[in-house]
């Protein structure tokens, strides 16, 4: 038995969609959950039939450490997280995550909907967001930041965004499919802003 002080807002979308840029406005806490991907030696990760690493299959990413580190901040009020280096495929350290008083945090990144039935069976589920836009806006929003990260060779950027860019309609329609309501960045935004505003409201209970 555990008391809840917060519940989780678990933001997804598309690679480039603006998650992470929705997160960091909000006024929420915030937790980057591409940060818990495995590191690139691990003998787990998923391989494309080119041999390659496919960081975009949730097998990319541990699951259970987001979990419980989610359940660490919204019980406790604080957590230690990994720091993920993208370009180099590795965790290059750790960071404190702080409740404070908010009621809410946000949890984003790519593999979020992963947790949507976990985080309902341990009664943490405050709401799941996937954010939508036009495919190739999303596009030429990823490229931007990927080439200027320098996540991966260009050559591999652009074959990995225009992938994605095919398959958008059907990664939206498969994030709905586990239970995300689908919104625009701005009514997302809009929806943040209104639970940033309630404090620690959010009603507590226990698991």
Not at 22 to 28: D, F, K, N, T
Not at 62 to 83: F, H, I, K, N, W
Not at 142 to 152: G, N, Q, T
């Amino acid at each position: 038995m555990y008391a809840v002080a917060a519940r989780v807002i678990l933001l997804a979308g598309p690679s480039g969609a603006g998650k992470t840029r929705l997160a960091r406005r909000s006024g929420l806490p915030v937790m980057a959950l591409d940060d818990f991907y495995k590191n690139g030696s691990d003998p787990t990760l998923p391989r494309r039939d080119t041999g390659l690493v496919d960081w975009d299959h949730p097998a990319a990413w541990d699951l259970e450490a987001a979990l419980q580190s989610l359940r660490e901040l919204c019980t406790t009020g604080a957590t230690r997280a990994p720091v993920y280096d993208i370009s180099a495929n590795a965790r290059t350290g750790s960071q404190e995550l702080v409740l404070g008083t908010a009621g809410y945090v946000v949890a984003e990144g790519i593999f979020a909907a992963e947790l949507v039935g976990a985080c309902r069976d341990a009664l943490l589920l405050g709401g799941a967001i996937c954010v939508r836009r036009s495919r190739w806006v999303t596009f030429m929003l990823r490229l931007s930041r990927d080439l200027r990260e320098h996540r991966k060779p260009p050559s591999v950027l652009l074959r990995r965004g225009w992938r994605l860019a095919r398959r958008e309609p059907a990664i939206v329609a498969a994030l709905e499919a586990k239970g995300c309501q689908a919104m625009t960045p701005r009514e997302a935004a809009t929806h943040l802003r209104g639970l940033a505003s309630e404090g620690s409201s959010a009603p507590h209970s226990r698991a």
